[in-house]
Every structure is written in structure tokens, then in C-alpha cells.
């Protein structure tokens, strides 16, 4: 079947049961979203939430709350946002797997080009593939299917948004979501050989893959959660702004980190409360988009954002991976079982949350190729899409062998 979209083009020996894609929410769910939104409360004003010169240490504001409520009950057009997400390739394909079956989502630019490599880009919470949209835009305003040298892959994380939930008997970690998206860059065809991409949690997925899956054949990242090793003991060799970046650390450790210790020890309760009430889900993940960025996203960029989780109901399933980086057996970057041996790329973006020293994250693996960024923040590839776009074509010119 000959592909409706340009960049559209299947791998010849990619998997049968790949369908092609497009977003639709009913209208009715866009209305009682509409609807909830505007019967929930808004909390009034105390000290915390109402501190001067826009001060939101202490959490969300209850103004910039109420305007956001304001533009995404009256104004905010979530249609757009799917005609935008549908003038690029999208996917569905079952992958089969040991502890069931995921109908896996992902968008996708491919490449008519017989010598094109496979890059899979994964996401983190809470992110989602629209992150990687801007990014993907450049690529196809910059290059045809025929020109283009890669194969770019963007699924949704299982449990995230357009992908399926465990079943109820099941579990899922990050080693496991690893091996469905190796299975799913297999069934496209990329079985002999595909380079990964991950920030926060696609970070540590991409580093599993990198270990326990051969057709990894490299590997870069832009986030690597980790101590501090046992080599590092002069900080003053750093670069003024890695230094900067680790008194930044400390801080965010200090007064940042409930959130996650709240998705890893209790993610029942507050996938309830994130499900009950869109003003809940966008107070939550507003705060977010707001304090982990280097520079303001737009609000509607926050809105597409907080609705897509909001109307695809995985507000609650999408906090599985906390578990297994706070728990009781996390799995940090500096993890010896899983020290890489391919190449690997890293990306430091100065206003990352956790903005771990190169030279710390050369001792996690074979470190071949770095970058320093002044500019950019946690969702590096929605901030600065040319920069993470160039950074991915050097990488894998310089790793990529035919």
C-alpha cells in the first residue's frame, strides 16, 4: 500500500500488521473536558500561591493557573494540535511480548534512502512524542525522502498517551519497555543495526538497549541521573557552566525531588487524584513545563501537552518508571551492570534538572562525542530543536558505519 503521507514509506521488511495512524478524539471527550474544567474550582489565594513579583518556588500560581484555565476552557483549539500531529506519519503495530501485548504508537519520518539510519528518540514524563515534533519539522523542511539520512522513529512510551497499559497481573519496568522498543524497531525492519535517543526516563530505556540489545549499535543521551564518581574530586576543572550546574543540582535534590518520590511510593493515590479533573492534571504538569525549562514555552505548547495526557486517560499509567528509579532497587546511569560499550554521545544542556558533568558521564560508558549547550532546559528537543537536531545528525555521522 502506497504511503499517504511523504516520509511514509515503510522499511520493504518491515511487519505486516504496522497500520497507519491518525489522531481523533471523539468530540464528546473534548467536550466534557471542556465541561470539567469549567465546574472545577480554582483554590483562592493564600501566601503560597499568591507570593509577589511572581515568585513560584512554592509550586503553581493561582493567576497563572486561572489564565491557563481560562484559555484552554475558551480558547484553546485541541484540533489544531491533531491536524499537526497528523500531517506526519503515524503508526500503530502490537508487539508481543512476555508480559503481553502493547499496541505501540509512533510517529515517524522515513527515509527512501538505502543507506538511511535508524534513530528511535524516546521520551520521558512528562513529555510525550510531540516534544520531538519541532525537531521533525526542521528535518522535513531541511530534507526530502529522498535526501533524508536517517530513519527517525518517535514512539510513545507504553503507558504514555497513544500507547497501551500492562495488563492488571503485570508489572513493567524500564528493562522491559527497553525490550519492547527494540521488538519495535525489529518489526519496522531495523533489526541488523539503529541508533537510540533518550532524556529522562527514554534515557535510562535507551541505556538498557544499548547494553542488553545487540542491534544497538550507539547511543546518545541528554540526561544521566547519577553520584558523583569516585574520580571526580576537583570541580574546578569543570567548565564554569557545568559548575554552575551542579550547585543547581544540589537545590533541585533539596526542593524539587517530591514529586517523584510521590509517583515512586505512591502512584496509585496520585494517578487518582491526577485523573479526577483536567485544573488537577494541568496544575500538576504546568508546573513542570514551567520550572524545568530554561526559557518559557508557549502556553499552548503546555496545553497540547496536558491535554493529550488529559484525553488519552494515561495520567495514571504513565508513572510506572518512578518506581524503579526511587525504589528500593533503582537503577541509576552509574549502575556497572550497565556501563556501555558502544559508542556514546551526550548532550549537556545547561539548565537540565539533573546536569551531570561530561567527564562524570564518561565513566558510565564509551564516551566518543560531547556537546556543551549555554541554552536549553529538561525537554531539550521542544526548547532548542535545531540545536538537538544538529547535535543528532554529528553524532551519528561520526558513530554510523555502513
Excluded at 496544575?283 to 488529559?310: C, H, M, Q, R
Amino acid at each position: 500500500m502506497a504511503p499517504s503521507k511523504p516520509f511514509g514509506k515503510l522499511p520493504a521488511n518491515a511487519a505486516s500488521d504496522i497500520h497507519e495512524y491518525e489522531l481523533h478524539v471523539p468530540d464528546e471527550d473534548i467536550k466534557q473536558m471542556q465541561e470539567l474544567l469549567k465546574f472545577s474550582p480554582v483554590a483562592g489565594p493564600i501566601y503560597e500561591n499568591s507570593l509577589p513579583n511572581g515568585d513560584n518556588h512554592l509550586g503553581i500560581r493561582r493567576d497563572w493557573l486561572i489564565e491557563a484555565k481560562r484559555v484552554w476552557e475558551t480558547e484553546f483549539d485541541w484540533r489544531a494540535t491533531e491536524n499537526r500531529v497528523n500531517s506526519f506519519p503515524n503508526f500503530q503495530v502490537p508487539i508481543r511480548d512476555k508480559i503481553g501485548t502493547f499496541n505501540v504508537h509512533f510517529a515517524a519520518l522515513f527515509s527512501n534512502k538505502p543507506d538511511a539510519v535508524p534513530v528511535v528518540l524516546l521520551h520521558g514524563w512528562p513529555g510525550s512524542f510531540l516534544e520531538f515534533l519541532p525537531m521533525l519539522e526542521l528535518f522535513r523542511q531541511k530534507y526530502t525522502p529522498e535526501t533524508l539520512p536517517f530513519h527517525l522513529v518517535i514512539p510513545s512510551l507504553p503507558g504514555f498517551t497513544l500507547s497501551g497499559i500492562p495488563k492488571l497481573s503485570n508489572d513493567i519496568s524500564q528493562v522491559d519497555v527497553a525490550r519492547i522498543v527494540d521488538s519495535l524497531m525489529k518489526q519496522i525492519g531495523f533489526g541488523t543495526g539503529y541508533v537510540a535517543q533518550g532524556g529522562d526516563v527514554g534515557s535510562r530505556v535507551s541505556r538498557i538497549i544499548a547494553v542488553d540489545h545487540e542491534a544497538c549499535k550507539a547511543i546518545h543521551l541528554n540526561f544521566c541521573a547519577m553520584t558523583r564518581p569516585a574520580s571526580a574530586t576537583d570541580d574546578s576543572k569543570l567548565s564554569s557552566i557545568e559548575q554552575d550546574g551542579l550547585k543547581r543540582l544540589e537545590s533541585w535534590k533539596a526542593t524539587e525531588t517530591a514529586y517523584a518520590l510521590e509517583h515512586a511510593t505512591k502512584p496509585s493515590t496520585i494517578g487518582f487524584a491526577l485523573s479526577s479533573s483536567p485544573l488537577a492534571l494541568l496544575s500538576w504538569i504546568g508546573e513542570k513545563f514551567l520550572a524545568w525549562v530554561d526559557s518559557p514555552l508557549p502556553l499552548n505548547t503546555i496545553l497540547e501537552s496536558v491535554s493529550l495526557y488529559w484525553l488519552t486517560r494515561s495520567a495514571h499509567s504513565s508513572l510506572w518508571s518512578y518506581r524503579h528509579s526511587y525504589g528500593p532497587n533503582p537503577l541509576p546511569h552509574d549502575d556497572p551492570r550497565y556501563h556501555i560499550k558502544i559508542p556514546l554521545g551526550y548532550s549537556y544542556f545547561a539548565k537540565e534538572l539533573i546536569p551531570i558533568p561530561i567527564d562524570w558521564v564518561a565513566t558510565t560508558g564509551n564516551l566518543v562525542w560531547r556537546k556543551c549547550h549555554e541554552r536549553g532546559g529538561h525537554f531539550a528537543a521542544l526548547e532548542q530543536p535545531k540545536e538537538f537536531m544538529e547535535d543528532l545528525e554529528t553524532f551519528v555521522g561520526q558513530v554510523w558505519k555502513s
